[in-house]
T-cell receptor
Framework: GAGVSQSPSNKVTEKGKDVELRCDPI?????LYWYRQSLGQGLEFLIY????????KSGLPSDRFSAERTGGSVSTLTIQRTQQEDSAVYLC??????????FGNGTRLTVT | GQQLNQSPQSMFIQEGEDVSMNCTSS?????WLWYKQDPGEGPVLLIA?????ELTSNGRLTAQFGITRKDSFLNISASIPSDVGIYFC???????????FGKGTRLSVIA
């Protein structure tokens, strides 16, 4: 497709389970970001991939969070042993440079 | 870390009125962006500013990159119902640092 695609659009999981969130960036975009948006809040930076460089993981809130980007394209955000405070919308964005960013519609994660 | 203070947090205006919102930073940014988010969707870029003092328009929207590089504002003229949504400012210090977002301004337009 022409835009950033995220899946699933909604995910409900039990506390303690692991979840994987997927992002398909716009073809050819070298930069990929993950952000988290809690209800009524702004966007919290999580992790940033730029080309073949080491990712900037400075925003990951704990070691339960990790992300990979395979082949410079698709990215997966993994949250292990989910907690209720992990409930949020997880947004992925890509860019052909550093800015501006083109966002997907997000994955709404609910941890029960 | 860097923080953006965006104000106001929310606004209720009559259709046809002009709107102004702004963002200030505790440190210098070299790029300012303004996004709009509709419910259930990701933010969509409205205006990008790359130079201090730059004033850029996109239809009824006008944004400016402050001379000090620590602030930016967004104006919407003659508001219409579809302007409803959350507006976010975002700034970036350098090419190797992540984009930092404000907490958003929630705009409601009363017809």
């Amino acid at each position: 497709g022409a835009g950033v695609s995220q899946s699933p659009s909604n995910k409900v999981t039990e506390k303690g389970k692991d979840v994987e969130l997927r992002c398909d960036p716009i073809s050819g975009h070298t930069a990929l970001y993950w952000y988290r948006q809690s209800l009524g809040q702004g966007l919290e930076f999580l992790i940033y991939f730029q080309g073949n460089s080491a990712p900037d993981k400075s925003g990951l809130p704990s070691d339960r969070f990790s992300a990979e980007r395979t082949g410079g394209s698709v990215s997966t955000l993994t949250i292990q042993r989910t907690q209720q405070e992990d409930s949020a919308v997880y947004l992925c964005a890509s860019s052909s440079g550093v800015v501006p960013l083109h966002f997907g519609n997000g994955t709404r994660l609910t941890v029960t | 870390g860097q923080q953006l203070n965006q104000s106001p947090q929310s606004m209720f205006i009559q259709e046809g009125e002009d709107v102004s919102m702004n963002c200030t930073s505790s440190s210098i940014f070299n790029t300012w962006l303004w996004y709009k988010q509709d419910p259930g969707e990701g933010p969509v870029l409205l205006i990008a500013l790359y130079k201090a003092g730059e004033l850029t328009s996109n239809g009824r929207l006008t944004a400016q990159f402050g001379i000090t590089r620590k602030d930016s504002f967004l104006n919407i003229s003659a508001s219409i119902p579809s302007d409803v949504g959350i507006y976010f400012c975002a700034g970036q210090n350098s090419g190797n640092t992540p984009l930092v977002f404000g907490k958003g301004t929630r705009l409601s337009v009363i017809a």
